[in-house]
């Protein structure tokens, strides 16, 4: 079964086509972020209007590159949560209007099961259930993958999400957006170990996190740095930093497998390209006897094939849209 799949929830337009949820025939990305680095940050709506600019040309672009024509297309998946809603919408019109034309089924995708999904793509052997952590830009999340389509949260950020706080901190070390990527860089040239940063726990909910106490102390960090003439460190508080991130999250993930029995652990979204977070999740999986599936780095931030790995299970399970369908910049990944 060949889908078209559409991401449009933040600043990447993405169409891919995948055949079976598992094999990947095109994956087209038109990245926005050099416009949005202009301004520090995504602006929701340039971001809207360069979707639309970019949709079409790269559908035809994904079928291209697929060597598929539209008669080859079995259905059509796209993110109608969460993101940016005037973002998503695009996606969610468009898809809407490709399925009706072509008469294929119409499936809708939350994209953080997209981003779990990306694993599907990457590790053929992989099934569920297994603990999945998802870090991204917009979210932070322990998931328990019962099913493909039957997800849980266990613990997620109750404020800030990581990829988030990487993209505050990078700026105030005046690096440009999206930060994680040029902070992960940076932080290689030092072993850290020179900037006291805090750690966060939440009262009552060991499996819950916090980024924003963490994001303030790097910003006062620089701040008081720059007031009183002090020369930062940049790569050791770029190293501090990462590592600070990974505590909170893979303590977390750890304790969560021993909660819950899960022996497989698949990490997902944008912020698991952190070279810091890789190396902190091999070595405690390693130490535990659990299974790690880490994505390419590809396949760690937004694209369109992931979306088509998991719409392909949600057609199996039945979840297709009418042309009601809507977007929606929140909602649960278990529903
Ligand atoms: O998954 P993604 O592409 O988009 C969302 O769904 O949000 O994630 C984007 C986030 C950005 O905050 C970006 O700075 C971060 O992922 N990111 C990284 C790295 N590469 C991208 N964060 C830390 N280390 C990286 N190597």
Redesign the pocket.
């Known amino acids: 079964m060949k889908i078209l799949a559409f991401e449009s ?2 600043d ?1 337009t993405a169409v891919a086509v995948v055949e079976d949820g598992r094999k990947i025939l095109s994956d087209a990305i038109a990245s926005q972020a050099d416009l949005h680095a202009l301004y520090g940050g995504v602006v929701p709506e340039i971001a809207s209007r360069k979707h639309v600019e970019a949709i079409a040309a790269l559908t035809e672009q994904a079928l291209a590159q697929a060597g598929c024509t539209r008669a080859d297309i079995d259905a059509v998946a796209v993110t109608y949560a969460p993101g940016l809603i005037g973002a998503v919408l695009v996606g969610v019109s468009f898809a809407k209007s490709v399925a009706y034309a072509l008469g294929v089924p119409l499936i809708p995708v939350h ?1 953080i099961r997209g ?1 779990i999904a990306a694993n599907y793509l990457a590790f053929p052997e992989l099934e569920p259930p297994f603990l999945a952590l998802a870090i ?4 932070t999340l322990i998931v328990d993958v019962r099913d493909y389509t039957d997800l849980k949260i266990l613990g997620s950020t109750r404020d800030d ?1 990581a ?2 706080c ?2 505050k901190a ?1 700026r105030v070390l005046g690096l440009p957006y ?4 040029p ?2 860089k940076l932080a290689q040239g030092s072993k850290g170990g020179v900037y006291q940063l805090p750690h966060a726990h939440v009262d009552g909910a060991e499996l819950d996190m916090s980024f924003s106490g963490l994001k303030t102390a790097v910003v006062n960090l620089a701040h008081h740095a720059q007031q009183v003439g002090e020369e930062l460190n940049r790569a050791a508080l770029a190293r501090d930093f ?1 590592q600070a991130v990974s505590d909170e999250l893979v303590p977390r993930v750890m304790l969560a497998a021993e909660r819950t029995g899960h022996k497989i652990i698949a990490a997902a ?3 698991a ?3 810091v977070i890789r190396a902190d999740l091999e070595r405690e999986c390693a130490r535990r006897g659990l299974k790690l599936y880490l994505p390419p780095l590809r396949l ?3 694209n369109g094939a992931m979306i088509g790995a998991q719409g392909y299970y949600e057609f199996l399970a039945g979840h297709t849209a009418s042309m009601e369908l809507n977007a929606y910049a929140t909602r649960d990944i278990s529903e």
């Open positions: 929830s933040c990447e994209h981003h991204s830009g917009g979210n999400a990829g988030e990487f993209d990078a999206p930060g994680g990527a902070m992960d990462a979204g944008g912020v390209a952190n070279s760690c931030g937004d």
